[in-house]
């Protein structure tokens, strides 16, 4: 059983910047490919980034495009989620999940394994 914890939420206003954090227990960490979601109330929860394996392969939807960032260190087990030019819709609960098959093309709930908690990320305007 592979744990997630996620961290670097909070309150920003609009155009400020966060960076998330997700920490996993995983003994070989660099056997997953990790991901980012996010859900607001009342809607599905929704991609919003993944990498691969190693860090060379990320992929976003057109929503953040441009605006954030995923990357991973494989020494401290960590993938972050750097969030900038935020906007008020990007207002959710943002969780981390991890996907034993490594590439970064997983873009749906099911295709991950095992999911973190979640932390608010709150956009003021």
């Known amino acids: 059983q592979v744990q997630l914890v996620e961290s670097g939420g909070g309150l920003v206003q609009a155009g400020g910047s966060l960076r998330l954090s997700c920490v996993s227990s995983?003994?070989?960490?660099?056997?997953?490919?990790m991901g980012w979601f996010r859900q607001a109330p009342g809607k599905d929860r929704d991609f919003v980034s993944a990498i691969n394996w190693n860090g060379r392969s990320t992929n976003y939807p057109d929503s953040v495009k441009g605006r954030f960032t995923i990357a991973r260190d494989n020494a401290k087990n960590t993938v972050y989620l750097q969030m900038n030019s935020l906007k008020p819709e990007d207002t959710a609960v943002y969780y981390c999940a991890a996907d034993r098959r490594r590439t970064a093309q997983a873009m749906t709930v099911g295709e991950y394994e095992y999911w973190g908690q979640g932390t608010q990320v709150t956009v003021s305007s």
């Open positions: 995983a003994r070989n960490f660099n056997n997953y490919a």
